[in-house]
C-alpha cells in the first residue's frame, strides 16, 4: 500500500466516469416531496427507465424481488463532511449518514421489482426525484440478519424520541 | 418524462466524475485469488484507508455494525452487456449479475465494522483486490427479510449443483 501521503497524490490524479444507464420515473419532483426523517416510509412506486442500448443487460432480471439501484445526485451542490440529518438533532459524519451532499455524489436505494415491461422496469420503494439519472443494477442477493445489526445514532435519534 | 429517443440524446450529454476518499488494502492481490462461484465465502479482512481530508465524515460510524462500501473496478476493462458469470454455466444480463465488466464499473460491498482507528476502518468481508479505488461508504440500516427474497437464477443454479 502506498503511504498516506502518496496516497493523497493518487487520489488527486484519478478521476472515474460514469453516464447514465437510464432514468428514474418517480412521484417525487422536487426534495422537499421526499419522506424524510425517522420512520420515513419509502413505498412509492416508480419506473426505471433504462436506454434501449442497455436493454440485453437486463436478461433474467426478472428473478430477482429486490434491485439495488446505483443513481447520481444530480441535483445536489458541493458536500458537506458533517451534518444534521433530517432524522436527528445532532451532527454526525457524512459516510455515518444517507445525506446527497456527499464527496462523490452517488445515491443507492433498495427497490422491489414488481415487473418488467422491455426496458421498463416497474419498482416500488423509490425515493429518489423524478429524472434521476440511473448508473447502475445490480441484484440484492442476501441480508445481514437483523440481530446481527447496529445502527449506531440513528437508533440512538430513535430511543430519544420514544 | 423525456421520450427514449430524447431521454438518448441527455443521456449521451450528461457525464458524471468522482475520485477516490481512500484505497482498501486487501489480501487479493489478483482477480483469481478472490473467491468466486456458489458459495464463495468472503470473510477476509481488510482495511479502508480514507483520505485524511476525509477523516472528519467518519465521525460516528463506529456505531455501525456494516457498511456499504461503494468502489471502482479500476482493472476492469470495458463491458459485456451479457456474460457467463463464475456461479452459472448459462449467460445473464450484467444487471442481474454482480460481473466487473459493467458500463459504469462500480462495485459494492457489503463489511462489517470490526474497528476504527483513526482514517483506517478494519473490516470483515472484503471482495475488492488491494489498493482498490473507494468511492463512498455509506452505513447500512435495514435488510430485506430472507423470507421476501427471490433470488432468480442464482437459486436455480444452487439448485442445478445439488
New interface residues.
Partial sequence: ??S?IS??M???S??????????V?SPYKNTSDVPKGLGAKHEADGVL?I????E???????????L?V?W?F?RANGFE??GMPPSDNR????????SPR???P?G?T?VELRCREG?ELHVRGVDML??T?I????????????E?????????AESRQT
Fill in positions: 500500500m502506498p498516506n496516497m493523497g493518487e487520489a488527486l484519478l478521476m472515474f466516469t460514469s453516464q447514465p444507464i437510464g432514468f420515473s427507465k436506454l434501449s442500448d442497455f440485453p443487460g437486463l436478461a433474467d432480471i426478472e428473478g430477482f424481488s429486490h439495488i446505483l447520481e444530480d463532511l458533517s451532527p454526525h459524519g457524512v459516510f455515518a449518514t444517507r456527499r464527496p462523490n452517488i443507492l433498495i426496458t423524478d429524472g439519472p448508473l447502475d443494477i445490480k441484484p440484492y442477493l442476501s441480508s445481514i440478519p437483523p446481527k445489526l447496529r445502527r449506531g445514532w440513528l437508533a440512538d
